[in-house]
């Protein structure tokens, strides 16, 4: 059985941090590119950063130079390192886990930057 399990996630107020982590289990065969994805009320879901099993990541334009996404391929985990968070970056954020015959999804963990 395939889990993508999420940790990480709460309330912070504006110019905090908080660090994602999501473990993979139950997939065989190689994982391409792991990310983060996130949702905000009444928008659509946005893919925030990536990084293949090499080490190439990329952000979207929003929270470039602010969050570093990482991986341990030994462990099948991927997490986001968030800084400077701003109240628009709320939302619930999604794991994601590329193999070359589908797309595995985390069940989400909500972030909430307010003050």
């Known amino acids: 059985q395939v889990q993508l399990v999420e940790s990480g996630g709460g309330l912070v107020q504006p110019g905090g941090s908080l660090r994602l982590s999501c473990a993979v289990s139950?997939?065989?065969?190689?994982?391409?590119?792991m990310g983060w994805y996130r949702q905000a009320p009444g928008k659509q879901r946005e893919l925030v950063a990536d990084i293949t099993s090499g080490g190439s990541a990329r952000y979207v334009d929003s929270v470039e130079g602010r969050f570093t996404i990482s991986r341990d391929n030994a462990k099948n985990t991927v997490y986001l390192q968030m800084n400077s968070l701003k109240p628009e970056d709320t939302a619930v954020y999604y794991c994601?886990?590329?193999?070359?015959?589908?797309?595995?999804w985390g069940q989400g963990t909500q972030v909430t930057v307010s003050s």
């Open positions: 994601n886990a590329v193999t070359a015959w589908y797309d595995y």
């Open positions: 139950g997939i065989i065969g190689r994982i391409n590119a």
